[in-house]
């Protein structure tokens, strides 16, 4: 899996204000600069490789295989993203990005100082750092047991 800081369940910025700190707001800036690539890496990881074991067991329908998790995945990278520029539209009125992963993704890292003092800021941090790290999960699987660097870190 590549080296990236990941939040900790536990970790609030501040307890009483619910906007991330600096170091917050910079990683949650890296992994928005991060999500397209994967999102790219996702979409090769759809059809599995012949051989490779990961193939969709179950259905009797011709067709190309599709690695299920990482269908999931994308959609959940583009729907979070999506959601979280829906917020940034309604609060800001400004103009709605193209709904393409690297436009989301631009357009949040633009207007991360607007979310990083909204109320959401954390969910937002969090809803972020989950779908990146669901999808390294699957386009670097580690060997079992192995935990990202920087996991739970602040």
């Known amino acids: 899996m590549q080296e ?13 204000d619910p ?4 170091p917050c707001q910079e990683r949650l800036d890296r992994q928005l600069a991060l999500l397209p690539r994967v999102y790219g890496e996702l979409e090769v990881a759809l059809v599995p490789a012949p051989d490779s074991g990961d193939r969709e067991t179950g ?11 990482a269908v999931e995945a994308r959609a959940a990278v583009r729907g979070t993203l999506a959601s979280w520029a829906d917020l940034i539209v309604e609060g800001r009125t400004v103009r709605l990005p193209l709904r393409t ?5 631009a357009f949040l890292r633009r207007h991360l100082g607007w979310l990083a003092v909204h109320p959401a800021a954390e969910d937002a941090a969090t809803d972020i750092d989950a779908v990146l790290y669901e999808a390294l999960r699957i ?5 079992c047991g192995a935990v990202p660097s920087g996991l739970g870190a602040h």
């Not at 990236?4 to 009483?16: G, I, K, Q």
């Not at 906007?19 to 600096?22: D, E, F, N, P, Y």
Request: charged share 15%; proline share 16%.
């Open 4 to 16: 990236m800081e990941f939040r900790s369940a536990h970790h609030l910025c501040v307890d009483t």
């Open 19 to 22: 906007a991330l700190c600096v």
């Open 59 to 69: 259905t009797a329908r011709p067709g190309i295989p599709l690695n299920g998790p």
């Open 101 to 105: 992963v690297p436009a989301l993704a």
């Open 139 to 143: 386009t670097s699987p580690e060997p």
